[in-house]
């Protein structure tokens, strides 16, 4: 029974730290990336449908993306959808493909971005405090239903925080590698 709560404990906090490489990949290092557009939404017969599905994204260099649209009359619609977005950029359209210059984040930037990160990360390590928290009161009214012994709730309230303490410290190395790339010129 114990077990069950642990292992449930665990599911919730790994796929904390997945929303988080998620939100990681949404902020934009200066680098292109195809992940970039994947937010994008451009109106393709009435459904509104991610730029990476309608088209190839290909990342020639690092500050440049190259989007070449499989169906030709959505140049402009996938140009005007990149223009309305938050990315900050001016597509270059060429008649066949589309370009996008990432210029390089200046120094206060990058710092902002930095500052964006350990917020998402502080956000994650909550959650799995949460996490550690609703477990533990599972374990707490368990053990005054008479379900479990006093011994077998503090033994897996135990397990519990080594999890916690192997999830934030997960959250750590993803925030330093996340900086460390954010801070990269």
């Known amino acids: 029974m114990t077990k069950e709560i642990i292992d449930n404990a665990e ?3 790994q796929k904390a730290i997945e929303s988080l490489s998620k ?4 902020v934009r290092t200066g680098r292109a ?3 970039n557009l994947e937010n ?10 991610p730029i990476p599905q309608v088209a190839s994204v290909k990342v020639p260099e690092a500050h440049m993306l190259l989007v070449e649209p499989w169906d030709k009359t959505l140049m ?4 005007k959808a990149i223009l309305a977005s938050d990315l900050g950029i001016t597509p270059s359209n060429d008649g066949t493909t589309i370009r996008l210059p990432f210029p390089a984040p ?6 902002e971005l930095v500052k964006q990160c350990g917020k998402y990360a502080e956000e994650t390590k ?12 599972k374990l707490e009214k368990m053990r005054k239903a008479s379900e479990i012994t006093e011994d077998d709730e503090r033994r897996a309230q ?5 999890l916690t303490d192997k999830y934030i410290a997960k959250i750590e190395e993803v925030l330093a590698a996340k900086e460390a790339e954010v801070m990269e010129i």
């Open 23 to 26: 939100d990681y990949s949404a």
């Open 40 to 49: 994008i939404m451009v109106d393709y017969y009435g459904v509104a449908t």
């Open 126 to 137: 909550v959650s799995v405090r949460n996490t550690r928290r609703d477990a533990n009161s």
């Open 11 to 13: 599911k919730a906090m």
């Open 106 to 111: 200046t120094e206060e930037r990058r710092k």
């Open 33 to 35: 990336s195809a992940k």
């Open 158 to 162: 135990s397990d519990i925080q080594k």
């Open 76 to 79: 402009k619609p996938i140009e």
